[in-house]
C-alpha cells in the first residue's frame, strides 16, 4: 500500500505556471506507475497524464500536452506536474494516483490508490 499527499496548488492568472507534488509513502515508489487527474465543479474526473516506473515513458491528454510535463523522483519518493500557460479551464482539483499494474494508465478506475487532492484555480 502507498499513501500520496499533493502539495503546490494554489490560485494563479492565467497564463502563469505551477509545480505540483505528490509525495509517496509506504510500499516502493518506483513500482508504481503514476498518474495525475483533474476534477472541475460539476464534472467527472478526467485524465490529465500518467508515467512509467522508470519515468521514460509519459503521456498526455489531448487538452495539456504542450503545456504541462508530468515526472518523478524516485530517490525522492515524488511525482510532479509542471503546468504551464494555464487557463481558466484548468481550474480544478488535481489528484495524483497510483497503478499497480506494468501498462500507463488513462482512466481513473485504473487506479489502485489516490491522494487527497490539491486546488488549482486560475483567474482570467
Known amino acids: 500500500q502507498v499513501q500520496l499527499v499533493e502539495s503546490g496548488g494554489g490560485l494563479v492568472q492565467a497564463g502563469g505556471s505551477l509545480r505540483l507534488s505528490c509525495a509517496a509513502s509506504g510500499r516502493t515508489f518506483s513500482s508504481y506507475i503514476m498518474g495525475w487527474f483533474r476534477q472541475a465543479p460539476g464534472k467527472e474526473r478526467e485524465f490529465v497524464a500518467t508515467?512509467?516506473?522508470?519515468?521514460?515513458?509519459?503521456n498526455y491528454a489531448d487538452s495539456v500536452k504542450g503545456r504541462f510535463t508530468i515526472s518523478r523522483d524516485n530517490a525522492k519518493n515524488t511525482l510532479y506536474l509542471q503546468i504551464n500557460s494555464l487557463k481558466p479551464e484548468d481550474t480544478a482539483v488535481y489528484y495524483c494516483a497510483a497503478r499497480m499494474r506494468a501498462s500507463l494508465g488513462y482512466n481513473a478506475r485504473d487506479y489502485d490508490y489516490w491522494g487527497q487532492g490539491t486546488q488549482v484555480t486560475v483567474s482570467s
Open positions: 508515467i512509467s516506473w522508470s519515468g521514460d515513458w509519459s
